[in-house]
């Protein structure tokens, strides 16, 4: 007998429970799931092409068409979280010779520049203050001035709390010639959209905010121009992974008898359906109106409090997510403790630039109840009062 390997022993930690406070996720994302859609995440699996699991891709893609109101073929969910869906779209829509403009209001817009630029694709930035959206005039002479071939833009900014209008803006795109690619991970099924009035030729969205789901399938479609710009690339897709041709043809978008491109994340698929299915039994329009209401709601308490909204214009509040400003010398992460302690509800701090200077507050989908706004609101208030802050 040889002499044995050693073998290195188990984890002791496994052999415990895990640790499973229960918390009301108040922060920009992820928001709570409700039980339908716990319940959906925790059926059997099936195989990733039994006809039963592609029939409920199929809906997914229905549903995913009602929350973009688009009737494009290329709609799928890529396997992943938003960042999934940004760099396939960044890489799908993208390649040696192009040119990106970049709107910058936000963690977002500099985040994209980033995959652009990671790509060696040239990159060109427009810039507003957080809390700011773009202009439609600014936005054209961006276009003028460097002349894109995408133009990028957040919808809903998580960082900065905006909202970018964007009626108008892909007509605008088409007339000089780019593509309008749009990022409302943090707005859509929250606040109207649609894709193809508005012509957007690239969105997607998450599952963890306003659909309710867990992370891990992001949603996205391709405009008819954006699928013809990916058909006449001349080089490849850099990602196999990411490559709409293979995504849609495995998400049943080409007529194509479907083939095994990777293992979807089947119970995050069959939670997502059921996300979508909540989504679509309240109606957009009824979602969209709870989410403006939550949102006043929050933003009057807030002032109420004696706190300062980040945005000023009323117009350019993203109702999905609020940043509102630490008062000075308040030590925020104090504040978010006593709410995580006392009331186990979860209030974000600032991202990007504002890190310490906005705490952020997330009311979506599932969350998004006068309720929940008040748990918010009294936590907000108590903690303020323990960190020694008053209005006065
Ligand atoms: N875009 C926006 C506007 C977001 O708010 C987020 C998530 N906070 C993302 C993209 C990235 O999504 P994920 O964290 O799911 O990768």
Same mark, same amino acid.
């Given at each position: 007998?040889?002499? #044995?390997?050693? =073998?290195?022993?188990?984890?002791?930690?496994?052999?415990?429970?895990?640790?499973?406070?229960?918390?009301?996720?108040?922060?920009? &994302?992820?928001?709570?799931?409700?039980?339908?859609?716990?319940?959906?995440?925790?059926?059997?699996?099936?195989?990733? #092409?039994?006809?039963?699991?592609?029939?409920?891709?199929?809906?997914?893609?229905?549903? =995913?068409? %009602?929350?973009?109101?688009?009737?494009?073929?290329?709609?799928?969910?890529?396997? @992943?979280?938003?960042?999934?869906?940004?760099?396939? +779209?960044?890489?799908?829509?993208?390649?040696? @010779?192009?040119?990106?403009?970049?709107?910058?209001?936000?963690?977002? $817009?500099?985040?994209?520049?980033? #995959?652009?630029?990671? !790509?060696?694709?040239?990159?060109?930035? #427009?810039?507003?203050?957080?809390?700011?959206?773009?202009?439609?005039?600014?936005?054209?002479?961006?276009?003028?001035?460097?002349? /894109?071939?995408?133009?990028? *833009?957040?919808?809903?900014?998580?960082?900065?709390?905006? *909202? !970018?209008?964007?009626?108008?803006? $892909?007509?605008?795109?088409?007339?000089?010639?780019?593509?309008? *690619?749009?990022?409302?991970?943090?707005?859509?099924?929250?606040? /109207?959209?649609?894709?193809?009035?508005?012509?957007?030729? +690239?969105?997607?969205? $998450?599952?963890?905010?306003?659909?309710?789901?867990?992370?891990?399938?992001? /949603?996205?479609?391709?405009?008819?121009?954006?699928?013809?710009?990916?058909?006449?690339?001349?080089?490849?897709?850099?990602?196999?992974?990411?490559?709409?041709?293979?995504?849609?043809?495995?998400?049943?978008?080409? &007529?194509?008898?479907?083939?095994?491109?990777?293992?979807?994340?089947?119970?995050?698929?069959?939670?997502?359906?059921? $996300?979508?299915?909540?989504?679509?039994? !309240?109606?957009?329009?009824?979602?969209?109106?709870?989410?403006?209401?939550?949102?006043?709601?929050? !933003?009057?308490?807030?002032?109420?409090?004696?706190?300062?909204?980040?945005?000023?214009?009323?117009?350019?509040?993203?109702?999905?997510?609020?940043?509102?400003?630490?008062?000075?010398?308040?030590?925020?992460?104090?504040?978010?403790?006593?709410?995580?302690?006392? %009331?186990?509800?979860?209030?974000?701090?600032?991202?990007?630039?504002?890190?310490?200077?906005?705490?952020?507050?997330?009311?979506?989908?599932?969350?998004?109840?006068?309720?929940?706004?008040?748990?918010?609101?009294?936590?907000?208030?108590?903690?303020?009062?323990?960190?020694?802050?008053?209005?006065?």
């Amino acid at each position: 007998v040889g002499k #044995m390997t050693s =073998i290195s022993p188990p984890p002791e930690c496994l052999f415990k429970p895990m640790n499973f406070p229960h918390k009301v996720l108040m922060g920009p &994302g992820p928001s709570n799931c409700p039980p339908r859609v716990l319940g959906a995440n925790a059926l059997p699996l099936l195989g990733h #092409m039994h006809p039963e699991f592609l029939l409920i891709m199929d809906e997914v893609k229905a549903g =995913i068409k %009602y929350i973009f109101q688009t009737n494009n073929e290329w709609t799928v969910c890529v396997s @992943g979280s938003g960042h999934a869906a940004m760099e396939t +779209a960044c890489l799908n829509l993208l390649e040696p @010779g192009d040119t990106a403009l970049v709107g910058i209001n936000g963690f977002w $817009g500099e985040r994209f520049a980033d #995959m652009v630029d990671r !790509q060696g694709i040239d990159v060109k930035t #427009m810039y507003r203050p957080m809390g700011e959206v773009f202009t439609f005039d600014e936005i054209e002479e961006a276009l003028k001035k460097h002349k /894109p071939t995408l133009l990028f *833009l957040t919808h809903g900014e998580s960082s900065g709390s905006t *909202l !970018q209008p964007l009626e108008g803006v $892909g007509t605008l795109c088409h007339k000089y010639n780019c593509l309008l *690619l749009v990022d409302s991970v943090a707005a859509c099924g929250g606040v /109207p959209m649609f894709m193809d009035k508005w012509e957007i030729d +690239a969105l997607y969205t $998450g599952s963890q905010k306003v659909l309710s789901s867990p992370p891990g399938a992001s /949603p996205i479609s391709f405009s008819d121009r954006a699928k013809e710009k990916v058909k006449k690339r001349v080089t490849r897709v850099r990602s196999f992974n990411f490559d709409m041709n293979h995504l849609a043809n495995y998400w049943g978008c080409d &007529g194509d008898v479907r083939r095994y491109h990777h293992t979807s994340p089947i119970s995050t698929i069959y939670a997502i359906r059921e $996300g979508l299915a909540r989504l679509a039994e !309240q109606g957009l329009e009824e979602s969209w109106k709870v989410h403006k209401q939550c949102a006043e709601l929050l !933003q009057e308490g807030l002032e109420k409090i004696g706190l300062e909204l980040l945005v000023k214009n009323k117009s350019s509040r993203n109702p999905c997510v609020t940043a509102v400003k630490v008062p000075d010398g308040v030590d925020w992460k104090a504040v978010t403790e006593y709410a995580m302690k006392t %009331y186990r509800v979860e209030i974000s701090g600032g991202l990007g630039a504002l890190v310490g200077k906005v705490w952020r507050i997330g009311v979506m989908g599932y969350n998004c109840t006068p309720d929940n706004v008040s748990l918010v609101l009294r936590a907000l208030d108590e903690g303020l009062k323990t960190a020694g802050y008053s209005k006065l």
